[in-house]
């Protein structure tokens, strides 16, 4: 089984930066590929940022030239960088491992 533990989110002013983490532990598969997803009130789940296994990003419209996703293998930590922060990125952040494995969710909040 594997463990997904999100950090790091908050209320942030428009504009601002925020930074989240997700640290992985249990039974981790040596590569894997890792994601970001948001849920915002009343909105279906949607893809922030991916990072395969080889470390190659992709992004959602939305947020692309905006935020950063990376990881440290060595400590199994995801981040996403947030910057040029909108309230419309307000929602609930997941982490995913490898399309299977969900972390609990963390709330964003982007106020005007």
């Known amino acids: 089984q594997v463990q997904l533990a999100e950090s790091g989110g908050g209320l942030v002013q428009s504009g601002g930066s925020l930074g989240l983490s997700c640290v992985a532990s249990?039974?981790?598969?040596?590569?894997?590929?890792m994601a970001w997803y948001r849920q915002g009130a009343g909105k279906e789940r949607e893809l922030v940022a991916h990072?395969?296994?080889?470390?190659?990003?992709t992004y959602g419209d939305s947020v692309k030239g905006r935020f950063r996703i990376s990881r440290d293998y060595l400590t199994h930590t995801l981040y996403l960088q947030m910057n040029s922060l909108k309230p419309e990125d307000t929602a609930v952040y997941y982490c995913?491992?490898?399309?299977?494995?969900w972390g609990q969710g963390i709330q964003v909040t982007v106020a005007e």
């Open positions: 249990g039974n981790l598969p040596t590569f894997y590929g």
């Open positions: 995913n491992l490898g399309k299977i494995f």
């Open positions: 990072l395969t296994s080889g470390d190659l990003p």
